[in-house]
């Protein structure tokens, strides 16, 4: 997925995306605005974030503090359930440029395909008004299966640029992966290192004996296989040492068998199987 000239990007449809980025959630707004700020001095220049967390004021300010140029950060958020309609998605448009205090968006995404309400088609269809228009660089999907995706390129015609979805090494998603890939969609890993479970994670033989081996830490040995698996990794931290850990992935490179040894740790961990969620 890495392009041949730059290693810490990806090439979407119309746009590249860097493959390392900041999850943001649950950090509450000035929790969020001081890990922005910390990992874009670190070299990160995706941030995630959703108006589910209630931290795009905060994000915004971080990016604000960082002094870098808006033009520099690769910004990605997500709308709720209730904005499932062309004219909706441009209102929660609207509004995450509000709170977020920029005139343009990255990756907008649905966030939960929601099909109890038969609605996220026309939610894609917003987006792509969204991208017809310029106002948007691509296009996402999130928590989106194999059966979602076809019914969206079925009534639509569209194609969404990312599929974020929960991926690691105990829950690889093989097959939905496979789908994004045939159909050139990017895959993007939420919860990449574990999430409330990256300490099981940390401390698996496996991943630790092969962290050993690199002299690096399991952490961005977790990270390393996303990416060499051609994913684009989203890891949360509000620690500014976990921060920069996390960022230096890219001077390193795993050998197959460690790759492959690290796949079959997949148990089908705990992806949250009920795509009709609702909340968000
Ligand atoms: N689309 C969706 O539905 C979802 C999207 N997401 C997105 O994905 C992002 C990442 O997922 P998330 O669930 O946060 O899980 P992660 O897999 O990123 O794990 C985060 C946890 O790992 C800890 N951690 C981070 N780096 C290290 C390190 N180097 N060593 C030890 N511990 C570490 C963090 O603690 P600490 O902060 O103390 O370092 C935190 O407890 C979210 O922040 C969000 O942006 C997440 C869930 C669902
Ligand atoms: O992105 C997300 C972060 O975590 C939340 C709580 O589990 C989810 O609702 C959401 O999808």
Same mark, same amino acid.
């Not at 959703?50 to 870098?68: K, L, M, P, T």
């Not at 997500?78 to 205090?101: C, D, I, P, T």
């Not at 690290?262 to 961990?269: E, F, V, Y």
């Given at each position: ?8 990007? &990806? !090439?979407?449809?119309?746009?590249? *995306?860097?493959? !390392? ?25 995706? *941030?995630?974030?959703?108006? =589910?967390?209630? =931290? ?5 300010? $971080?990016?604000?503090? %960082? ?6 950060? @690769? *910004? ?8 499932? +309609?062309v004219?909706?998605v441009?209102?929660?448009?609207? &509004?995450?440029?509000?709170? !977020?205090?920029?005139? #343009? ?19 894609v269809r917003g987006l792509d008004a969204l991208l017809e228009? $310029?106002?948007?660089?691509?296009i ?12 969206? !390129?079925?009534?639509t015609g569209v194609?969404p ?6 991926? +690691? ?9 496979? @789908? =994004? ?7 993007? %890993?939420?919860?990449?290192?574990? $999430? ?17 081996? #690199? ?18 990794? *989203? ?10 850990? =996390? ?22 961990? $705990?992806?949250?199987?009920? %795509?009709?969620? %609702?909340?968000?």
């Amino acid at each position: 997925m890495s392009t041949a000239l730059d290693p810490t990007r &990806a !090439l979407l449809h119309g746009a590249s *995306i860097p493959v !390392l980025g900041l999850g943001t959630w649950p950090l509450a707004d000035a929790e969020a605005a001081a890990a922005v700020r910390t990992a874009i001095e670190s070299g990160y220049r995706l *941030i995630d974030t959703a108006e =589910n967390y209630r =931290n795009e004021v905060g994000v915004g300010q $971080g990016i604000r503090d %960082s002094g870098i140029d808006r033009s520099q950060v @690769f *910004i990605a958020t997500k709308f709720n359930r209730e904005w499932h +309609s062309v004219e909706g998605v441009l209102q929660a448009y609207l &509004a995450s440029l509000e709170r !977020l205090g920029v005139d #343009y968006l990255d990756l907008l995404m649905v966030h939960w395909p929601n099909p109890d309400q038969c609605r996220f088609a026309d939610a894609v269809r917003g987006l792509d008004a969204l991208l017809e228009e $310029g106002a948007i660089r691509a296009i996402g999907v999130s928590n989106f299966k194999a059966w979602h995706l076809r019914q969206v !390129l079925l009534e639509t015609g569209v194609t969404p640029d990312v599929n974020q979805i929960q991926v +690691s090494p105990y829950s690889t998603r093989d097959d939905l992966r496979r @789908f =994004n890939a045939e159909h050139g969609i990017a895959t993007e %890993s939420w919860s990449p290192i574990g $999430g409330s479970k990256a300490a099981r994670l940390r401390t698996d033989p496996v991943i630790a004996g092969i962290a050993e081996k #690199y002299g690096r830490s399991p952490v961005q040995v977790v990270l390393r296989w996303h990416l060499q698996l051609g994913l684009i990794v *989203i890891p949360k931290s509000a620690n500014p040492h976990r921060i920069a850990e =996390n960022a230096a992935i890219f001077d390193f490179a795993l050998a197959d068998d460690d790759l492959a040894a690290i796949s079959a740790l997949d148990r089908g961990d $705990g992806h949250i199987t009920d %795509s009709d969620r %609702s909340g968000n």
